[in-house]
């Protein structure tokens, strides 16, 4: 297996950094070596790249969409220079856009490059909840809009009907392949795929209730140039180059250490990352809450919080993360995107200064902080490591000094997040 080709063989490009890491987990976890890029690399941090997959994290899912087509487009062109043979389009596995779409348009345009006139979009992740069933996304045991994500501050979602979301987004004709057709295996897809494109579909939401759905979604799919959706639908990509003799026989999860300080910042405010928080608190661990307002008068919020970070004589969260009601109250005043953005900023410039001061192990919540944190630390190009959570790996940079980080998404993770994803990171995520 010595001879294998260097050369990546999977070429992803996600919307946001935790996204990104999410699907790199994915692929790792199925023995794909992996490495995430923070945008397009340079031909500085590309140079002797060896991996099976690249994913580029772009921060898309929020912009104006045709700026995410713009960035988008300049991804594939990169990834395909590099002689990547399969394109994977990654988004939330909450299927989260905004009100103009992202999803729909950056997936119409990267087929309309690829020359493709087909692709799947399926956001389901089971293991953390996220499954769709006759076209409709659940969280758990909920509907998309009745989870908690149609009081999302920067992209609520309103409608569990993927098919009619999706629709409102692209121009190409958007089906559904059911569960029904899924439980019979990839032949039974493949067929399905094929009278979908006969009657002119371009896009079809797939249903996916189990990761056995989504071995079989993936294995039907070998063929396609691109496929679109959350990390779950990855499960079985990495099988497709294995069967076809194409990867190596290496533990694709192996990291190094990395020694030194400690921190936890979280910006989300979704719920699953506000009870990490509390847990963190109930614990009576070190916290110091991040206040938008006192950072749009202009005080020493930055100042502040290394301060306390440098005196706690432990380990701190950092933290914006607000109930809703909260959020919805800051975001009255201040306007939706200047309170994320003094946040985020924030969050970065606390994220530099504790650098400087010997912290090189950093847990993030948020896409977004993980956005501005990694950009802040000029993070560059990461190695994907083990994983911690569902969704969540460890992960240690591989320019400058090394930087262990774990970039969490808002919903993942369990409770008890922050601790765990602070001892793997110690330990080295072996």
Known sequence: MNNLATRPLLGCIADDFTGATDLANMLVRGGMRTVQSIGIPTAEVAAGLDADAVVIALKSRTLPAAEAIEQSLAALAWLRERGCEQIFFKYCSTFDSTAAGNIGQVSEALLEALGSDFTLACPAF???GRTIFRGHLFVQDQLLNESGMQHHPLTPMTDANLVRVLQAQTRQKVGLLRYDCVAQGAA?????????????VGMAIADALSDADLYTLGEACAGLPLLTGGSGLALGLPENFRRAG??????AACVPLVAGGEVVLAGSASQATNGQVAAWLEAGRPALRIDPLALAAGKPVVAEALAFAANAGQTVLIYATSAPDEVKAVQAQLGVERAGALVEQALGEIASGLR?????????????????????????????GAQIDP???ATVSTTQEPLALALKSGNFGGRDFFAKALEQLAGGAQ
């Open 188 to 200: 039974k897809v493949k067929e399905q795929i094929a009278t979908l494109r006969a009657n002119g």
């Open 126 to 128: 089971p293991e953390n």
């Open 356 to 384: 400087a001061a010997g912290v090189r192990r950093f847990v993030v919540a948020g896409g977004e902080t993980s956005g501005a944190v990694v950009q802040a630390l000029n993070v560059q190009l990461l190695q994907i």
């Open 391 to 393: 969704g969540v790996p």
């Open 246 to 251: 194409r990867l190596r026989d290496v533990d």
